[in-house]
């Protein structure tokens, strides 16, 4: 058998090590480091985004006529807490035609209230939220 064009596999090796450079294994190594810091830096960046005292969940609203709306949400926090809810009624559009801060809380046993308000409207509603709760008191 005659020997292939550029030599056997070693010597092939040899000529692409020389030429390019010996591959390292610190480069993946390098990268695994920087792929698990990665994850390590979004499992705390996402439990630190959740870790609020005051998280609210909605539950609904009722129309109660061209000048008010009927809010339901649900508030979970440590029941020694208390917090000022900003409640928004959305018109036709999704622009604000109403709101109103409902204070909620301390809540003695219980880390889960629900919470009815009626917001006044200046036009007829098409829907609410909870724009968000700020802590007034904490232990």
């Known amino acids: ?6 030599g056997d596999a070693e010597s092939s090796r040899a000529m692409l090590d020389a030429r390019y450079g ?3 294994r610190s480069r993946r190594a390098l990268l695994a480091a920087v792929g698990v810091l990665a994850v390590v830096a979004f499992v705390v960046f996402a439990f630190v985004s959740t870790n609020e005292p005051v998280r609210t969940q909605e539950a609904g609203y009722r129309s109660l006529g ?3 709306v009927e809010v339901t949400f649900t508030v979970v926090k440590a029941p020694e807490i208390v917090a000022d809810c900003t409640v928004i009624a959305l018109g036709e559009s999704f622009s604000e035609v109403g709101a109103a801060t ?3 809380g301390p809540d003695p046993g219980q880390k889960i209230v629900s919470v009815t308000t009626t917001v006044r409207t ?3 509603a098409q829907g609410a939220r909870v724009d968000g709760c700020t802590v ?3 232990p």
């Open 122 to 124: 200046a036009s007829p």
């Open 102 to 104: 409902v204070r909620v």
């Open 136 to 138: 007034v008191e904490a």
């Open 66 to 68: 061209p000048d008010a």
């Open 22 to 24: 010996v591959p390292r």
């Open 1 to 6: 058998m005659s020997p292939a064009p550029y």
